[in-house]
Nanobody, 115 residues
Framework: QVQPVESGGGLVQAGGSLRLSCATR????????MGWYRQAPGKERELVAQ???????EYADFVKGRFTISRDNVQRTLYLQMNSLKPEDTAVYYC?????????WGQGTQVTVSS
């Protein structure tokens, strides 16, 4: 199985926190790229945060200071810690991995933030 598997979504009140996890089956060294994306109803999928294949960590402006991307190379797991959640963060969150870019996608996990 190549596709990653996300978990950790749910319903949370505004100002709350959630931590998403993404379990990968490929060797971590083969997934030089790892990232989180999200898609809200009626909107296009957008980048949230990523570890690029070039070794940089990047965040979308709308999550800077609130979300943190991290990974456990031993457990082959990618995380997204989300703090100070806002209703506009409501979306399906997807994990994507690949040797150079977002090649393999998970099924997504729903995050709903109530006001």
């Amino acid at each position: 199985q190549v596709q990653p598997v996300e978990s950790g979504g749910g319903l949370v009140q505004a100002g709350g926190s959630l931590r998403l996890s993404c379990a990968t089956r490929r060797g971590i060294f083969r997934n030089n790229y790892m990232g989180w994306y999200r898609q809200a109803p009626g909107k296009e999928r957008e980048l949230v945060a990523q570890f690029t294949s070039g070794g940089t960590t990047e965040y979308a402006d709308f999550v800077k200071g609130r979300f943190t991307i991290s990974r456990d190379n031993v457990q082959r797991t990618l995380y997204l810690q989300m703090n100070s959640l806002k209703p506009e963060d409501t979306a399906v969150y997807y994990c994507s991995v690949g040797p150079l870019g977002p090649n393999y996608w998970g099924q997504g996990t729903q995050v709903t933030v109530s006001s």
